[in-house]
């Protein structure tokens, strides 16, 4: 637990300043402004999710089952290359596509800026999502740790230079919110000690044993995740106001930081299950995270009710709409966090195949959910199909896993 402890420290520390970030934008800035914001991150995400995550999971995966030193340098490698092609590519169509995607997919031509930015920030996505999973790769959690505290840190001073100091309107701090993590990501890439110990490893030579026969259902899998985690903002941005959109991306931003115990474990599980030599090893390690997490979900079970007083202490009244979103999606917060060592228990045993059929399903239910639901009722209705997509799919994991782990070696 105490790799888990050096990810959960740090990230506290950049959800805190994220937290800080948050309420100075709150306070400056109506929901739907807060809106346009968000359209940024809805955009990126949908995207670079189709590639990054499949490619960064088998850069995790590929180098702590092998424990070669060459696989690092070979995996970032290919991984990096194919990355920003693929963002580089992705970038010019949102540039060039700006005014059609925000008159016409969203329905919102006010939105036809923030797209633009988007073009800039799918390829600071991306670097970002890389350069983490790179370090976790190398188990290097604490160094992980700080470059996302710095990120958090430079953009908050961004966003008060922005908005408080100069008064300026969303559009300068969704300018500093695409820069500032492409800045402190790629330079994170080339400090001096951190890029020769990657030359060094990519010095030998030979065959990689990264490869999984499995990889391509690796791929759905993340592609059905990257799918859940989007569709509900689409239809969101594209069915509901600037106004109702605002609220639903303030209780989106709490419950992701609410997710900090979770993302934490999952960080570290994820080569941690993956280095695991026998059955027995892996099934020791499952019950003691299956404990610690049970404590998680409790302490997030416990807060729920404070939920009304915590929002209207950091954004008063505008944003009191926000309040019943953010209690259901805290329940699907601690459903997850209690749930996570299974999917991760099927990673580390390759079940890939089980992993992209759950999915697939699930992602199926979710996507008819959140069209013929979020439309009619707003927010609450997204949440709660997200909340039941998630424990449905973490239901059939845990299922698996103890199947998985009640066979000997």
């Excluded at 100075?24 to 990126?44: E, H, K, M, W």
């Excluded at 992701?256 to 090893?281: D, H, I, K, Q, Y």
């Excluded at 992993?355 to 199926?364: D, H, N």
């Amino acid at each position: 637990m105490r790799r888990t402890g050096v990810v959960l420290t740090g990230s506290v520390a950049a959800k805190l300043l994220s937290f800080a970030t948050m309420w100075v934008l709150v306070q400056c800035f109506a929901p739907d402004d807060y809106g346009r914001l968000s359209a940024i991150d809805t955009v990126n995400g949908f995207c670079s999710g189709a590639i990054a995550t499949g490619l960064n999971w088998w850069l995790i995966r590929s180098v702590a089952r092998t424990g070669r030193k060459g696989a690092a340098g070979r995996a970032a490698r290919k991984v990096l290359a194919i990355e920003a092609a693929y963002g580089i590519v992705v970038g010019a169509a949102l540039l060039a596509g700006a005014p059609f995607i925000a008159s016409r997919f969203f329905s919102k031509p006010e939105l036809t800026p923030f797209v633009r930015l988007s073009a800039l920030g799918v390829i600071s996505y991306i670097l970002v999502a890389y350069r983490s999973s790179l370090y976790q790769a190398r188990r290097m959690f604490a160094r992980d740790a700080i470059f996302n505290v710095v990120n958090s840190g430079l953009f908050l001073a961004a966003a008060i230079l922005a908005a408080v100091i100069f008064a300026r309107g969303i559009l300068t701090v969704a300018a500093f919110y695409v820069a500032v993590p492409l800045l402190v990501s790629g330079a994170a890439l080339i400090v001096p000690r951190f890029s020769a110990r990657i030359d060094e490893a990519g010095e030998e030579h030979g065959q990689d044993e990264a490869g999984d026969k499995g990889y391509t259902w690796l791929v759905l899998y993340s592609m059905s995740l990257w799918l859940i985690s989007q569709v509900h903002m689409l239809v969101m941005t594209g069915a509901r106001s600037l106004e109702e959109l605002g609220t639903y991306s303030l209780a989106l931003k709490v419950y992701l930081v609410s997710l900090m115990l979770t993302n934490a474990v999952n960080v570290v599980l994820l080569p941690e299950f993956s280095s695991c030599r026998s059955r027995g090893e892996l099934r020791a390690k499952y019950r003691r995270t299956l404990r610690f997490t049970a404590i998680g979900a409790a302490a997030v079970l416990l807060f729920i009710p404070l939920v009304g007083i915590i929002l209207h202490a950091i954004a008063g009244d505008r944003y009191s709409a926000a309040v019943p979103v953010l209690r259901i999606m805290l329940v699907g917060t601690a459903f997850s966090t209690l749930l996570s060592p299974p999917a991760n228990v099927l990673f580390a045993e390759a079940r890939f195949r089980a992993l992209a059929y759950t999915g697939l399903a699930v992602t199926g239910l979710n996507v008819a959910g959140q069209l013929v639901l979020t439309p009619r009722f707003g927010g609450p209705a997204a949440a709660w199909v997200q909340v039941g997509s998630f424990l449905l799919m973490n239901g059939i994991f845990t299922l698996l896993a103890a199947r998985l782990l009640a066979r000997s070696d």
